[in-house]
């Protein structure tokens, strides 16, 4: 079983999955939003209007995927989409084309995050490294201010995913769903006080040990 991981570890697993095991990554997107919409649909949270906040980086993707499959279970959502599209990463731009297709079009602002029963964090995850820019780092105050259920995606945004330190500013989240281990980030300093309960979700990518596991044991037979 493997603990805890660095951002960086994630990211080489990540990176192994895609190009050496050959799983496209907008399948693992996929999976990363059925597994936070899992969480979302468990029984705790009010769904009766969700706010879905995405960057552009790929957290930013797992959260225009999200918006998009709660709509399509006829769910009444809205995509606050921050930053400039025409810099959003590759799969981001092709979950909102996605999205777009299905009649989702994201918003650019908030007046009033109390509208919203709940909102799904997906502004940033571990690729996070500088702080946050001055202006985001305003909304996620404002939103830690409207005291409303906030799940995020992989890490609460402005959370250093590898030491639990705010880069400038961090949501504070009810819970957190990660995607295949624990981010150690999560589990120390701010990170505690931060990431709520904490829900780990297999969405197909593992670490070498657990991949020689697989193997050891595919091989036994
Ligand atoms: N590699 C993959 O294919 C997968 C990635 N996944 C998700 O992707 C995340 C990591 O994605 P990334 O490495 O792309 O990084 P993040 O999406 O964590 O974003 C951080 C980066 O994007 C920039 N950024 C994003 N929005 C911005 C905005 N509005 N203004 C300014 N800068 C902005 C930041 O400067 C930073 O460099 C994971 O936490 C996870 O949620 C999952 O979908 C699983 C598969
Ligand atoms: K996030």
Same mark, same amino acid.
């Given at each position: 079983m493997t603990d805890a991981v660095t951002a960086h570890e994630m990211q080489q697993y990540d990176q192994y999955t895609i190009d050496e095991i050959g799983v496209p @990554?907008?399948?693992?997107?996929?999976?990363?939003?059925? /597994?936070?919409?899992?969480?979302?649909? /468990?029984?705790?949270?009010?769904?009766?209007?969700?706010?879905?906040? *995405?960057?552009l980086g790929n957290n930013g993707g797992d959260g225009v995927a999200i918006a998009r499959l709660l709509m399509q279970k006829g769910i009444k959502v809205s995509l606050l989409l921050l930053g400039d599209e025409s810099r959003a990463a590759h799969n981001t731009a092709?979950?909102?084309?996605?999205?777009?297709?299905?009649?989702?079009?994201? !918003?650019?602002? $908030? #007046?009033? =995050?109390r509208q919203y029963? $709940? &909102? $799904?964090?997906?502004?940033?995850?571990i690729g996070l490294s500088k702080p946050v820019p001055v202006k985001l780092g305003e909304m996620i105050k404002r939103v830690n201010a409207a005291n409303i259920p906030v799940v995020s995606?992989? $890490?609460?945004?402005?959370l250093n995913a590898t030491t639990g330190e705010i880069l400038g @500013?961090?949501?504070?989240?009810? *819970?957190?769903?990660?995607?295949?281990?624990?981010?150690?980030?999560?589990?120390?300093?701010?990170? !505690? #006080?931060? *990431?709520?309960? &904490? =829900?780990?979700?297999? &969405?197909?990518?593992?670490?070498?040990?657990?991949?020689n596991n697989f193997k050891s044991r595919t091989e036994e037979k």
């Open positions: @990554s907008l399948v693992l997107m996929e999976r990363a939003a059925l /597994a936070t919409i899992e969480v979302l649909g /468990a029984g705790q949270y009010d769904l009766s209007e969700v706010l879905v906040i *995405a960057g092709l979950q909102l084309k996605i999205a777009r297709q299905y009649g989702l079009h994201p !918003i650019h602002r $908030v #007046k009033e =995050f029963s $709940v &909102i $799904v964090d997906a502004l940033f995850g995606v992989d $890490v609460p945004s402005g @500013s961090a949501i504070r989240a009810n *819970a957190t769903v990660t995607f295949a281990y624990p981010k150690i980030g999560l589990l120390q300093q701010e990170g !505690i #006080k931060r *990431a709520g309960s &904490i =829900f780990v979700k297999d &969405i197909g990518i593992y670490s070498p040990e657990e991949l």
